[in-house]
């Protein structure tokens, strides 16, 4: 049963910075294309960035210069660096494949970007 776990997110003032955690279990991300997308209160998820198997990154206008998602093979452990947070990046954020699978959807981490 494949099982992913985002950690990570908390309270943060603009221009402030964070690191998210994806803790995967049942599945081997280096095998796979991985990705961020979140949630804001009342928008649709969307895609934040990517990374392919062979480590190849793609990000979001809105984020691009800012965000960096990376991965630990070893740790078998997706990041996301937010770096210069807004408040407009404020949502619940969440890690998936890349195109996302409807059944791997996790809890998320609450990112709140507010003075």
């Known amino acids: 049963q494949v099982k992913l776990v985002e950690s990570g997110g908390g309270l943060v003032q603009p221009g402030g910075s964070l690191r998210l955690s994806c803790a995967a279990s049942g599945i081997i991300l280096e095998v796979y294309a991985m990705g961020w997308y979140r949630q804001a209160p009342g928008k649709p998820r969307e895609f934040v960035a990517s990374?392919?198997?062979?480590?190849?990154?793609n990000y979001a206008e809105s984020v691009k210069g800012r965000f960096a998602i990376s991965r630990d093979n070893a740790k078998n452990t997706l990041y996301l660096q937010m770096n210069s947070l807004k408040p407009e990046d404020t949502a619940v954020y969440f890690c998936?494949?890349?195109?996302?699978?409807?059944?791997?959807w996790g809890q998320g981490t609450q990112v709140t970007v507010s003075s």
């Open positions: 990374i392919a198997g062979g480590g190849r990154t």
């Open positions: 998936n494949l890349s195109p996302p699978r409807l059944d791997f």
